[in-house]
């Protein structure tokens, strides 16, 4: 079984080792690529792939730690409400979020119709949202969760309690949030910033349909466009160099922040209560945590309603439900495969990870960890990414062996695909069931033994059913992300089998975003799953 888990984390590290490999064939053509390349479009693709994670990493800072230290250390009108309701714009995809925004603020949208009817103004009267500012600005509204939740997190553990400290002690509520709560939190913030950011490198949707040239797409049009395999696998190599620094980042500030708050060994005291605002601090409070909400998620949603109403009432056909009902059935049947693949992995791999974690202990070494956390650098990896490293060894495998047919396997077929949902996914799958192992003390496999169960036995009849809701866990997230990936969708799906997002982007690309509307709002619906199941943890958790 080991041997067997141990070559499948090999398969699923292929696309990595195959877009670093691509530099083993580095010849001169390459070299002239490569430098074509240096005086042409890779300035453009590094800089403003820059500047819009820099932009972001800063915007995400701003409103998650804001809202966060609102939630955790004040006490005003609607807080209650906000704790759940600023995680909403975690189910709204980026690009669903760009189509909604481009209709409702667009020359011709209903904004600026109303307001030109009203002030009898001529002409656009503010610049197109699709541009560089306006797809940082959306990526700050559906990302600032990551950095919202961490935060929360650490404040949680011991800020309101510092807070008092340092009220006993004199300080005044503009020196305690300066002094004590924003450098109780820093860690969060770096941790969730950079993991925004990763989502911002690996985005494509929002990139290709404001016209961004940005690396995630200059890899797309490399491949299929100038179909230029060199230059897709240099500009996939260079960002899968960055996502790997940010992913080092990004673990380096998760320490960090495990170590602050297990030094937390305090209970909070009686007198220990979040401050209580009133007036117009506490109408600030409202405001900072109602304008995400309201911009990450109810505007966009009644947007894409307003969209799907006129679409119904206008259209000489109606609703498409008949295609829509095949394009839901294509996404459910890939997302349901991809998660119940993923789910089981992650037991396996999980069970027997946990049967040699003392060998480990006893510094022996285990190859089957490396690969686990091999196959976790995949969630990190961009879609596009992703696409390209499964071609490129699948192309030199076809070129070496023509007879074997292995392009055909992995080129346009199910099959393809799930192995590119399990190379981006598994890893998210195999977080929820180690976290699920963590909780289950090690002396109860040592008393099942004792009692003379084997292996079998001790997973069927032990951990399976205390492992029921994280495997659940695991394949709903699984699930919805599946559901909403388009990058790698888009580049290896079988022909007459699109999904709703690939459906979607495709409806936004030729500008008709009254019939993006239906699928735009079951990805976001579909999104709202793993929304409320983290929202049910965090106040079970309070």
Known sequence: MRRGLALLCALLALPVLGVLGSWLAFDAGALEILRHQAQTVLPGYAGQSLVLAVSVGVGVAVVGAATAAAICLFEFPGRRFFEWALLLPLAMPAYVLAYAYTDFLQYSGPVQVALRAATGAEGALWPDVRSLWGAVILFVLCLYPYVYLLVRTALGERGVHMMEAARLLGAGLRRRVVEVAIPLARPAIAAGVALAVMEVLADFGVGSYFGLTTLSTGIYKAWLVMFDRIAAAQLASVLLLLVGLLLWFERRAQRKLRFAASRS????????????????????????????????????????????????????????????????????????????????????????????????????????????????????????????????????????????????????????????????????????????????????????????????????????????????????????????????????????????????????????????????LAIVLVGLVPVVMLSHALRRRG
């Open 265 to 520: 060994g305090a209970t909070h005291g009686a007198d220990a209560r979040p401050v209580q605002l009133h007036g117009r601090r506490a109408a600030l409070a409202m405001a900072v945590c109602a304008t995400p909400v309201l911009l990450g998620f109810v505007v966009p949603v009644a947007v894409l309603l307003r969209l799907l109403w006129i679409e119904a009432t206008t259209s000489e056909f109606g609703l498409p439900l008949a295609r829509f009902a095949q394009w839901s059935l294509t996404s459910f049947k890939l997302a349901a495969i991809a998660a119940l693949c993923a789910a089981a992995l992650a037991l396996a791999l999980g069970f027997v990870l946990r049967l040699h974690a003392a060998r480990s202990a006893r510094g022996r070494r285990d190859g089957l960890a490396l690969g686990a956390r091999v196959v976790s650098l995949g969630y990190a990896m961009p879609g596009a990414v992703v696409a390209v490293g499964i071609l490129l060894p699948v192309g030199w495998a076809q070129a070496q062996w023509p007879q074997t047919g292995v392009g055909a396997l992995f080129t346009g077929t199910i099959m393809g695909l799930i192995y590119a949902y399990l190379v981006r996914f598994s890893a998210v799958a195999l977080q929820s069931v180690e976290a699920g192992y963590a909780r289950l003390p090690a002396s109860i496999d040592d008393s099942a033994r004792m009692l003379g169960a084997g292996r079998g036995r001790l997973f069927a009849e032990l951990h399976l059913p205390l492992l029921q809701r994280s495997a659940l866990a695991a394949a709903l997230l699984v699930f919805v992300d599946v559901m909403k990936e388009l990058p790698a969708t888009l580049v290896l799906r079988p022909f007459n089998s699109d999904t709703l997002a690939v459906v979607a982007y495709n409806f936004a690309r030729d500008e008709r975003l009254a019939e993006a509307a239906l699928p735009s």
